[in-house]
């Protein structure tokens, strides 16, 4: 399964309505260029890998409505307008573009549908090679600490929900669970959309061993001697090395240095700003109070309800992301193995992308 | 208006139901032991100053039944074992027994009653202090930042709602809120039970501007400047100034050191456990999983409605503190000033604590 499909009558992609989860397993058809920005920007959708790989499909099913050279450009500009952070969006429609605007309209519908799905193709693979650099990593620490389950902390979701198999830092707790290293899953809740349940449901499923935990709770964690590693993904990584990921994350990165423990963001080359110089460089969304005040849950007779935390005239801000700078990082894991969190880490691994 | 008060009738105490805050504001009568405990326990009061006042009470509602040394011994037990972390119970209860116990049983009940009301009027003025002091810290910061609000963020409830006036984080605030020092208060969620909700109630109630945000976003509120200084509350200080607070809290001085903005913890000498000689001999409280996973909220029609964000299978662990090192504090602020956070630093201000 993955949470993304095309539909079998190739004119649609069925997601998995990740605004639903854990709650209900429910997939949703998207067939227009408005139904798949919809569902990015209200995050039934959500994850820097995902959110690039449906992008691309929107792209092109808004060309088999309008393939001409407005209807691109308006398809793109839709796209590009649903969320700030993330670059692999940008990355995906600049792709997606270089690759349809020099064929014949009549072409560019198909040929979109093609390039979409070679992209996600590669997405999967690079996550199998990220999962294979960080079983690496795990393996590693798993030998220093012989007996007991190794301790992975992670925030938010970087599962095979946020990208489409595998993930990016679940990626190695997967593959450990495949090779047999013993892995238990510290996942924090992940305030304000709690993509912590998401990620419990996804390491549930997996038969993860695995406890959910207030993101509150990580320094208690850290100073206890419970946790050997965090993984966490990105949506977005400078030339630098500076890792812009869910807010809260920086937060973590502050505790695990404190207690002496490596801290790894696990990101494809798609999520990696090569114009970014720095993390500051990268915009931060802010999203709705009510991400905060309202919450969806199952009430006491099983159905869905929404209830207000707060009365609605509280004031909130709601920033959806930080960043965490380079010098907090033991590295970044990529599909061509573990960058140092710097621009020299990763000009050895991607050495095309700083050519003069 | 007090979270607590003393019935007219003089055989209870009505308190304010801290859970239903800030939906509704109810007030519920307390008659016996076993309704005392179980509100302590139950978090309808709490915050470590006011769980101190609660269970002074709480005794000598017990002696009105029952004034024996046995009746005295089943209460302060009970009372005791409420909750672990906060040493005001402790500190109460101590105090109250040394004054009950030299009397006959028959004097007991009137004289507790005293006693208890004696501390009620005590913590009053020590939060006052603490608001006096509190001040001449953000006078200082605010001369210093000239021409816009003075920015404090705080953890949890450290208000009135947490004592009986002024509260701790929150005196210096009310304070400079009377004397024309302009403030902004963000207001941390403090997941998982919400109390930065109760902080907002407290602070609107009071007219000082303040901002609700997810746990999570200290690390970008810190990044971008916003904050000026941190205040919190301590459930129990220790000797060489390491403070336990609500889980999160350590979360947060990381940060503040990370920005080189000054954090201070507030609190009176009841919340220090002078026999705590740092912060490992402070115990922890582990709170239910529902706390997490079960929220209570007001719901589309208006009625208070309970929901799950999770299955009920899903594990969770919920620590309810923290403990933040004397080295990340700029300092503690008691009822006789700020004192640096090390027992050099509160030696200096409560010297009877540490003669030999």
Redesign the interface.
């Known amino acids: 399964v993955r949470p993304l499909v095309l539909a079998t009558d190739g004119r649609a992609v069925e997601i998995l309505d990740q605004a639903r989860l854990?709650h209900e397993v429910a997939r949703v058809r998207l067939e227009s260029l408005e139904q798949v920005a919809n569902a990015i920007r209200t995050m039934q959708v959500r994850g820097a890998p995902l959110i690039g790989i449906t992008a691309a499909h929107g792209l092109a099913l808004a060309l088999r409505a309008d393939p001409t050279d407005a209807g691109l450009e308006h398809a793109t500009a839709t796209l590009a307008a649903t969320r700030p952070t993330a670059v692999n969006l940008r990355w995906a429609l600049d792709r997606m573009t270089a690759a349809v605007r020099p064929v014949p309209a009549a072409e560019r519908a198909a040929l979109a549908m093609a390039e979409a799905g070679r992209m996600a193709e590669e997405e999967v693979a690079a996550c199998r090679a990220i999962g294979d650099a960080g079983l690496a990593v795990l393996r590693a620490l798993a030998a220093s600490r012989p007996g007991r389950p190794l301790d992975v902390l992670t925030h938010c979701n970087a599962g095979w929900l946020a990208t489409l198999e595998y993930g990016t830092a679940l990626a190695p707790v997967y593959r450990a669970r495949e090779v047999g290293v013993d892995v238990h899953v510290?996942v924090d809740?992940?305030?304000?959309r709690?993509q912590g349940?998401l990620t419990?449901w996804e390491l549930?499923q997996a038969g993860v061993?695995?406890?959910?935990?207030?993101?509150?709770?990580?320094?208690?964690l850290f100073?206890e001697g419970l946790v050997d590693v965090v993984l966490v993904g990105a949506d977005r990584v400078a030339r630098n090395g500076d890792v812009c990921n869910?807010?809260?994350?920086?937060?973590v990165a502050?505790?695990a240095r404190?207690a002496g423990v490596p801290f790894y963001a696990a990101a494809p080359a798609s999520s990696v700003d090569w114009a970014a110089a720095d993390g500051s460089a990268i915009p931060?969304e802010q999203r709705d109070a009510t991400e905060?005040t309202c919450?969806?849950?199952?009430?006491?007779d099983g159905r869905m309800?929404?209830?207000?935390?707060?009365?609605p005239e509280?004031?909130?801000?709601?920033?959806a992301?930080?960043?965490?700078p380079a010098a907090l990082l033991a590295g970044i894991v990529t599909e061509r193995g573990v960058a140092r969190a710097s621009a020299g880490g990763l000009r050895t691994l991607f050495p095309e992308r700083f050519a003069p």
């Open positions: 854990p510290w809740e992940t305030r304000p709690g349940w419990a549930g061993p695995h406890t959910v935990v207030a993101d509150t709770a990580a320094g208690w100073r869910k807010v809260g994350t920086s937060l502050l505790a404190e931060i905060l919450i969806r849950g199952r009430g006491a309800v929404q209830l207000r935390v707060a009365p509280v004031a909130v801000m709601n920033p992301f930080d960043v965490t």
